[in-house]
T-cell receptor, first 114, second 110 residues
Framework: NAGVTQTPKFQVLKTGQSMTLQCAQD?????MYWYRQDPGMGLRLIYY???????DKGEVPNGYNVSRLNKREFSLRLESAAPSQTSVYFC?????????????FGEGSRLTVL | SQELEQSPQSLIVQEGKNLTINCTSS?????LYWYKQKYGEGLIFLMM?????EEKSHEKITAKLDEKKQQSSLHITASQPSHAGIYLC??????????FGAGTILRVKS
């Protein structure tokens, strides 16, 4: 099983450029998440989708948009990238209907904004 | 997340020593996760606690959940260099919103 797959793994952007990070899970999970991690720090929740068709803001949503395309896929879009968005982005999925399951993470996408 | 406080922020221990990392929530916990991350790498699931008083162990790592105190502790016995990394606690606080603490950086001196 692939689990949670994120693309791309690395990306360099110039300030003002846009891009979309893609995430897909093959575990039939209901809930999906996007986090960012800055050097030496924990994970901060950007947006999440508790179930297909819903999205909600997390702790740091400014500058980002998301789309829950279907149950499998949850994308994160940067419309006008800023240097402050340089970070490692992690997508995660969780069963959601059964509390207490494992939260599965992708391998991360390292984004640098110049 | 301000809803989850981890302490200490960083820790340096001599190899072979025991250590404890704490995670305290400002809200009711529906589930508490512990993950480990080696520098520049992905996240490794350690364990998940759901019920008050629950205690789980994985190799030399033990975690407990005190539901009344809304707190979890992670204890490493006889630390080794392989234990070094960032330890993250995460919690299902409400409505499937899963948030994480700021992390604890652990260094183990040989």
């Amino acid at each position: 099983n692939a689990g949670v797959t994120q693309t791309p793994k690395f990306q360099v952007l110039k300030t003002g450029q846009s891009m979309t990070l893609q995430c897909a899970q093959d575990m039939n999970h209901n809930s999906m998440y996007w986090y960012r991690q800055d050097p030496g720090m924990g994970l901060r929740l950007i947006y999440y989708s508790a179930s297909e068709g819903t999205t909600d803001k997390g702790e740091v949503p400014n500058g980002y948009n998301v789309s829950r395309l279907n149950k499998r896929e949850f994308s994160l879009r940067l419309e006008s990238a800023a240097p402050s968005q340089t970070s490692v982005y992690f997508c995660a999925s969780y069963h959601g209907l059964i509390r207490g399951g494992e939260l599965f993470f992708g391998e991360g996408s390292r984004l640098t904004v110049l | 997340s301000q809803e989850l406080e981890q302490s200490p922020q960083s820790l340096i221990v001599q190899e072979g020593k025991n250590l404890t990392i704490n995670c305290t929530s400002s809200k009711t916990l529906y589930g508490l996760y512990w993950y480990k991350q080696k520098y520049g790498e992905g996240l490794i699931f350690l364990m998940m606690l759901q019920k008050g008083g629950e205690e789980k162990s994985h190799e030399k790592i033990t975690a407990k959940l005190d539901e009344k105190k809304q707190q979890s502790s992670l204890h490493i016995t006889a630390s080794q260099p392989s234990h070094a990394g960032i330890y993250l606690c995460g919690a299902d606080l409400y409505g499937n919103k899963l948030v994480f603490g700021a992390g604890t950086i652990l260094r183990v001196k040989s």
